[in-house]
């Protein structure tokens, strides 16, 4: 099992800086706050919340977010890593390999 990366925090928080973002660097900071904050350790690093959860966050997710318009095509640009499936009452993201999104929306 693969699992997130520090490398990939370091990424995050070069996109929160950004004064502009497009609809994935919000996807991807929004994921990672709900992340944090489903845990109960909201506003820490990585590092931490490993040490606070005893394990290290595994690649692989499947997270409840907020309606986004815009990246229903989400599938078909990160080549089936990232899909995005909306519904009326509920959206969420499923995501093969969260490291490999975040670096290719990053560079």
């Known amino acids: 099992m693969k699992h997130i990366?520090?490398?990939?925090e370091k990424r995050i928080n070069k996109i929160k800086k950004l004064n502009e973002?497009?609809?994935?660097q919000n996807l991807v900071i929004e994921i990672w706050d709900k992340?944090?904050?489903?845990?109960?350790?909201?506003?820490?690093?990585l590092r931490?919340?490993?040490n606070?959860?005893?394990?290290?966050?595994?690649n692989k997710i499947q997270i409840n977010v907020?309606?986004?318009d815009g990246i229903h095509g989400l599938e078909y640009e990160t080549e089936n890593n990232v899909r995005y499936v909306g519904t009326h009452d509920l959206s969420y993201v499923n995501i093969e390999n969260f490291?490999?999104?975040v670096k290719s929306i990053t560079e």
């Open 99 to 101: 490291n490999k999104w």
């Open 21 to 24: 973002k497009n609809n994935n």
């Open 52 to 58: 606070y959860l005893n394990h290290k966050l595994d």
């Open 5 to 8: 990366t520090y490398a990939t």
């Open 66 to 68: 907020y309606h986004y």
């Open 35 to 45: 992340i944090f904050s489903d845990c109960g350790y909201y506003g820490g690093t």
């Open 48 to 50: 931490e919340l490993e």
